[in-house]
């Protein structure tokens, strides 16, 4: 139980696996704030959209390559149990554990990463992006549960224009999430097993005491 616990919080932040981070509204839509922007900054977060897009995308479909393509080569990212994956080594690492071979631990992972905002642009080459996913979690135990987490991240412009994450952040409410809650209900069957237990020990010696 304790190891299956334990997983549960690697995966959902290996999450993994490296989200991604950017910004706000669909493409598709013009804000109004937006629609007084002068052009490089409309062009830099459509930039960090398309970054989304691509990171939610590959983690989607598993396809780590596609991750690390996306990510600077010194990143890093802080999984929601407290890991750290550091360089796009780390990170493959990381997925492999949680993902990959025999010892695995997740089947599937679905995910969609929700900006709270426009990403907050410092000049021209760098943005801090934060929102919250929508995760869905198949275990290769046949357990399956859904995680409501916070994420933020540091991505950096590189010099052919397209954005690369530099580091990213993965949280969960240390109060209510579906850890905690599968936690509390097999704490609460045992408890429920202890008392029929004593009870049904006590009876049994009340009886013998009777029959003495």
Same mark, same amino acid.
């Given at each position: 139980?304790?190891?299956?616990?334990?997983?549960?919080? *690697?995966?959902?932040?290996?999450? =993994?696996? +490296?989200?991604?981070?950017?910004?706000?509204?669909?493409?598709?839509?013009?804000?109004?704030?937006?629609?007084?922007?002068?052009?490089?900054?409309?062009?830099?977060?459509?930039? +960090?959209?398309?970054?989304?897009?691509?990171?939610?995308?590959?983690?989607? #479909?598993?396809?780590?390559?596609?991750? *690390?393509? $996306?990510?600077?080569?010194?990143?890093?990212?802080?999984?929601? $149990?407290?890991d750290v994956?550091?360089?796009?080594?780390?990170?493959?690492?990381?997925?492999? #554990?949680?993902?990959?071979?025999?010892?695995?631990?997740?089947?599937?992972?679905?995910?969609?990463?929700e900006p709270?905002?426009?990403?907050?642009?410092?000049?021209?080459?760098?943005?801090?992006?934060?929102?919250?996913?929508?995760?869905?979690?198949?275990?290769?135990?046949?357990?399956?549960?859904?995680?409501?987490?916070?994420?933020?991240g540091t991505? =950096?412009?590189?010099?052919?224009?397209?954005?690369?994450?530099?580091?990213?952040?993965?949280?969960? $409410?240390?109060?209510?999430?579906?850890? +905690? $809650?599968?936690?509390?209900?097999? *704490?609460?069957?045992?408890?429920?097993? +202890?008392?029929?237990?004593?009870?049904?020990?006590?009876?049994?010696?009340?009886?013998?005491?009777?029959?003495?």
């Open positions: 139980m304790r190891s299956t616990l334990a997983a549960l919080c *690697l995966l959902i932040t290996s999450n =993994l696996v +490296l989200a991604q981070s950017p910004e706000g509204p669909p493409a598709t839509s013009v804000t109004a704030a937006e629609a007084a922007m002068d052009p490089q900054t409309k062009e830099a977060h459509e930039g +960090l959209r398309e970054l989304r897009r691509a990171m939610e995308d590959a983690l989607n #479909k598993r396809d780590i390559d596609a991750l *690390l393509e $996306n990510v600077d080569e010194r990143v890093v990212f802080t999984t929601m $149990n407290g994956a550091r360089g796009k080594d780390g990170i493959r690492q990381y997925y492999a #554990k949680m993902m990959e071979g025999p010892g695995r631990i997740v089947k599937t992972v679905t995910t969609s990463f709270d905002d426009l990403s907050i642009l410092h000049g021209g080459n760098m943005a801090i992006a934060f929102g919250h996913t929508n995760d869905h979690y198949v275990l290769t135990s046949g357990k399956e549960f859904d995680i409501h987490a916070r994420w933020s991505i =950096l412009r590189r010099e052919d224009g397209k954005w690369n994450i530099a580091s990213f952040h993965y949280s969960a $409410n240390i109060f209510d999430n579906p850890i +905690l $809650n599968e936690q509390r209900r097999i *704490l609460i069957m045992v408890a429920a097993g +202890l008392v029929i237990v004593a009870a049904g020990l006590g009876f049994w010696l009340g009886r013998r005491r009777r029959a003495r």
